[in-house]
């Protein structure tokens, strides 16, 4: 009998706390942003990146009140390890238990594809402001939005450049066997399809390869000047010293996972002269641009890159959209991202697609003593 | 031209293949053990490396010489706590402390250096020799003669030294050297520190070519690869085991696929297993 009464009277409570804590929620809710990313593993420079930049973002949002009308913004980070596996665990985890109503994140785009059925699954936005690979986004997956540039458009750029201003027509492709090196590659080949240019090499090689020598043994026989190259900045390092040791003398093309300071760390002088499709670079003379660099450097006491900027502009952009959703409902949050179509950020203006893709114009930039310069937009 | 190319960058990838493959011997016949931290070492050789020559702002050769004598000592305190307090049990279960060892040195290396790849500054520059049409980088020629040197000394070391005599000895038959006052106990941790020592070593050269990572200790399937290539028990065998590896893995990668370069290996590797268990030079 007491037994019983007193699950009666734990019911009662549990009742009462659920509804103070939803009547508590006008105005003063907390906005849980589930952070995605690869805190941990080869890949975590981008963790850093996405940390430093939301965190920066986050803070700055509060300070001036949080977002009005619905509350203060609250960070909870999973760690993807940069591994698929994992990385659907810790989206699982910021969905079913954390209760998020966004997720930022993933980096790579390989992680980033599998986390989105569970996102979509669970009817929860999520905004990734890393991943480029094309079929992360125009697949119907409603709920997928992106700050970062899509590589069916970066190459298209990169082609255009590569045909029309560089006046290349002996063209190779390089690229790593994965989601976002594969579809760097496809963007560029179609890129290059369309000015009636088809590559006279198209290699592939693996995550963590050491040697390149086949691949650029092939690109040398092709009489290829010219090198798109699609792939992360470890390998992207070792290959293109192997390429000068082979007597490689290559112009090379490739996109933004390559504007990653790790890469100039790495590559030292074969670094120098490589043609980067960015969103951001820090010398860009925009006072927008500069009071951003201004700010993060006064915080990091280091230089922003790209990917910091494209963070930065994400949780701006879910600042905006949750302000016009008015609350966190998540269908509301998605209209309200769809709406936003010309939001001024430290990438340039933002412009949604129905596809969720974002359209704001990218710009070129290259190593020229050891760091990266604007090149062309 | 490319042949003579891919020839030499076979040779200078091999002599590292060599100098852990090496170490493996002497483990394996001092020991009866095969070391599955071995690779791992490898890494915290690079690692201790570029603590010492970035961080510190140590020269290279101090750097080398510190980070070498760090991991041999670390091999030390390996033997004393995980190899020998186990070893009365069986085999299988020092085997399995060895790969225990290696996770916990990832580990380290995960959270102390990070996820991602570190480079060594090249210590004689990145700007290639050209040698009779060859592009050489300064690190390979360093690669290669460091390598021939240690093993030159460790050469010196066993034929000329007491110790190294006793080492032999130990290593060629343990209850003979035994009877003969050989302490062995000692004999078989110094055998043990000795060889990851010279991995430690490899870790340090290769770090400027193909960087640091906290997972580069795989490598050691490779060392594996050479020494059943050369017969398991012999120096000689693991040098030249190692050395050929190298190539043959540059003339792949070059002139078959590089994207298979690893699957077409590993075939060889259970082909021999298949028809010469004994090794490619062991006559029987």
Redesign the interface.
């Known amino acids: 009998m007491t037994k019983r009464r007193g699950v009666w009277v734990l019911l009662a409570a549990l009742a009462v706390g659920a509804g103070l804590g939803a009547a508590g929620g006008v105005g003063a809710e907390e906005i849980k942003i589930g952070v995605l990313a690869p805190l941990t593993g080869p890949a975590s420079s981008w963790g850093e990146y996405t940390r430093d930049a939301a965190e920066m973002a986050v803070d700055e949002i509060n300070a001036a009140g949080g977002v009005k009308g619905v509350g203060k913004m609250k960070l909870i980070y999973e760690d993807s390890e940069g591994n698929p596996k994992a990385g659907v665990t810790a989206a699982t985890k910021l969905v079913n238990r954390h209760k998020v109503h966004v997720v930022l994140g993933e980096a790579l785009s390989s992680v980033t594809l599998p986390t989105m059925a569970v996102t979509q699954r669970a009817e929860i936005p999520q905004l990734t402001a890393i991943s480029g690979a094309p079929e992360v986004t125009g697949s119907g997956n409603k709920w997928i939005f992106r700050t970062q540039i899509n590589q069916k458009y970066s190459g298209d750029l990169l082609a255009d450049w590569a045909v029309n201003r560089l006046g290349f027509k002996k063209i190779a492709i390089m690229h790593a066997n994965e989601p976002f090196g594969a579809g760097g590659a496809e963007g560029f080949r179609a890129g290059l399809a369309k000015r009636d240019v088809k590559p006279v090499a198209f290699e592939r090689f693996n995550r963590d390869d050491k040697d390149f020598s086949g691949q650029l043994r092939r690109i040398k026989e092709s009489g290829s000047k010219l090198l798109g190259f699609f792939g992360f900045h470890t390998e992207a390092a070792i290959a293109f010293k192997q390429a000068k040791q082979l007597g490689l003398d290559l112009t090379v093309l490739t996109n933004d996972a390559l504007a990653n300071p790790k890469f100039l760390e790495l590559a030292g002088p074969d670094a120098e002269g490589v043609i980067i499709s960015s969103m951001f670079i820090a010398d860009d003379p925009d006072p927008l641009v500069q009071e951003f660099v201004k700010r993060f450097k006064a915080r990091y006491n280091r230089e922003p890159n790209q990917f910091h900027a494209s963070v930065y502009d994400a949780v701006s952009i879910l600042k905006e959209a949750f302000q016009r959703a008015g609350s966190t409902n998540n269908v509301k949050l998605r209209e309200a991202l769809l709406s936003i179509q010309d939001l001024r950020g430290v990438t340039g203006v933002h412009k949604f697609d129905e596809n969720g893709d974002d359209r704001k114009p990218f710009l070129l930039e290259t190593v020229k003593g050891g760091k990266y310069v604007f090149y062309a937009k | ?2 042949v003579a ?2 020839l030499f ?1 076979g040779i200078a ?1 091999g002599a590292i293949y060599s100098l852990i493959a090496l170490g493996l011997v002497m483990i394996l016949r001092a020991l009866d053990l095969i070391n599955f931290a071995h690779g791992d070492l490898v890494m915290v050789g690079g690692f201790l490396a570029i603590t010492f020559n970035v961080t510190l702002g140590l020269p290279f050769p101090v750097a080398f010489v510190l980070a070498v004598l760090a991991v041999g000592l670390l091999g030390l305190v390996i033997e004393r706590l995980c190899i020998r307090t186990i070893k009365g049990a069986s085999l299988m279960n020092v085997v399995t402390a060895t790969i225990g060892v290696g996770l916990i040195l990832q580990t380290w290396g ?1 959270v102390v250096y ?4 570190i ?1 060594l500054p090249h210590p004689l520059g ?1 700007e ?1 020799l050209d040698v009779f049409g060859l ?1 050489i ?1 300064p690190q390979q020629l360093l690669i290669v003669s460091v390598t021939l040197l240690l093993m030159l000394l460790l050469q010196a070391f066993f034929y000329l030294t007491r110790t190294g005599m006793a080492m032999r000895a130990v290593m060629n038959d343990r209850e003979t050297a035994s009877l003969m006052g050989v302490n062995v106990r000692s004999m078989m941790a110094l055998t043990f520190a000795i060889s990851i020592a010279l991995g430690g070593a490899a870790g340090v050269l290769v770090a400027p ?3 640091v ?1 906290f ?1 580069m200790g795989i490598i050691v399937v490779k060392a594996f690869t050479a020494l059943i290539l050369g017969g398991m028990f012999s120096f000689g065998g693991a040098i030249v085991g190692g050395l050929l590896l190298g190539v043959f ?2 003339f792949m ?7 298979y ?1 690893d699957t077409i290996i590993f075939t060889l590797l259970i082909l021999v297993l298949i028809f010469r268990p004994e090794g490619l030079f062991t006559t029987k």
């Open positions: 031209m490319i190319q891919l960058n990838t995960l990070g996820g991602e790849a480079r990145e290639f592009k980088l070519v193909t960087f990572t997972n893995e540059n990668r070059g002139f078959v696929s590089s994207a370069g």
